[in-house]
């Protein structure tokens, strides 16, 4: 039996395996695709502290060579199935059925994408999902941010101290986000493109515009823009244990710092959890704590 099984090899999973094995722990990764997770689809990484610039996948070879470092091992299965009972919990693979004491739950999450043609192409090369990552790109260029959450809004102020010109494009007549950032953005330099849409993107190798439709009358105008931020939502992935643990409305694991959810035993870290700020060295930091508590957990519990 597992002292822990860590679910998703992103890093939030690799940080906890890296701790896990330093603190001698029998433990296992089960990563269904590659090692790394969503820092894959990323081109440039610099908000990583001790790394001044690296790609997504440079990084994840070398969280990947320190998290195997101290003797855990990972394994490339899908987790289809878990049974959270004490004192022996299983994890059910696409391979095979594993027992342990603990389960760190890193599964992660995915941008919403709004669904228009070329945007997974263009993703990265003008189309980003995160403004606090790569805003940083967009310096003096002109951008726009889609949603009208607090995310969209917040992304749309931060990106206004960067760019040369930011629209808000939303699709309805008013915002969704907390009055003192509607305030905020409606007295600022962003300016709001009320009730549209993206229908079309533009582009010569990277981005260079967008067609917005406005959906009251049907009217199609062009903008040109560097770089589109869509802000409409992430997706967490919790099918595997939507009827165990508790989510919130949104779909993400109820946890707080201590990585602890509604199920002794079983920790979320990273994008999965609910959470202000979900970034690389967020995710990484919930590893070490989730490992910790299992530790914890361990000596008293199991
Ligand atoms: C385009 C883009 C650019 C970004 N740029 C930056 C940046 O520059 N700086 C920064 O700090 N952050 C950046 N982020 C955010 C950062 O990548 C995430 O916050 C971070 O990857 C979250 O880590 P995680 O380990 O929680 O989840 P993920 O990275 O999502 O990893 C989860 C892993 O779990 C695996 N998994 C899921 N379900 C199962 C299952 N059932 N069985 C087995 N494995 C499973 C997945 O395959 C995946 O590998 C970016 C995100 C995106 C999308």
């Not at 890193?106 to 945007?119: N, S």
């Not at 959450?149 to 309805?172: C, F, P, Q």
């Not at 986000?177 to 190798?205: C, G, M, P």
């Amino acid at each position: 039996m597992k002292d822990i099984i860590i679910i998703g090899g992103g890093p939030a999973g690799l940080s906890a395996a890296m701790y896990a094995g330093r603190a001698q722990l029998d433990t296992l990764v089960l990563e269904r695709q590659f090692q790394g997770g969503q820092m894959m689809n990323t081109n440039e990484v610099e908000n990583y502290p001790g790394i001044l610039e690296t790609t997504g996948p440079e990084l994840s070879g070398v969280m990947y060579e320190h998290a195997v470092k101290f003797g855990t091992k990972m394994a490339f299965e899908e987790v289809i199935g878990l049974e959270v009972d004490y004192p022996i919990k299983k994890v059910i693979t696409t391979t095979g059925v594993y027992e342990t004491k603990t389960i760190i739950l890193a599964m992660g999450a995915k941008p919403r994408q709004l669904g228009v043609e070329k945007e997974q192409e263009l993703w990265g090369r003008g189309v980003s999902y995160c403004a606090i990552c790569d805003g940083g790109f967009f310096r003096d260029k002109e951008v726009a941010v889609i949603g009208g959450g607090d995310t969209a809004v917040e992304d749309a102020l931060y990106l206004s101290r960067l760019a040369k010109k930011v629209y808000l494009i939303h699709r309805r007549d008013q915002l969704r986000a907390a009055q003192i950032l509607q305030q905020r953005v409606l007295a600022s330099n962003v300016e709001v493109i009320w009730d549209s849409k993206v229908t079309k993107l533009y582009s010569e190798q990277t981005l260079t515009g967008v067609e917005i439709t406005n959906i009251n009358t049907n009217e199609a105008t062009d903008i040109d823009i560097q770089g589109l931020f869509v802000a409409v939502g992430s997706i967490p992935a919790t099918g595997l244990v939507k009827d165990l643990v508790e989510l919130n409305e949104q779909g993400y694991i109820v946890a707080g710092e201590s990585c602890e959810t509604s199920i002794n035993g079983v920790f979320a870290a990273g994008d999965i959890r609910q959470k202000e700020l979900r970034q690389i060295i967020t995710a990484a930091a919930d590893g070490a704590i989730s490992v910790y508590q299992a530790e914890k957990y361990i000596l008293t519990r199991a």
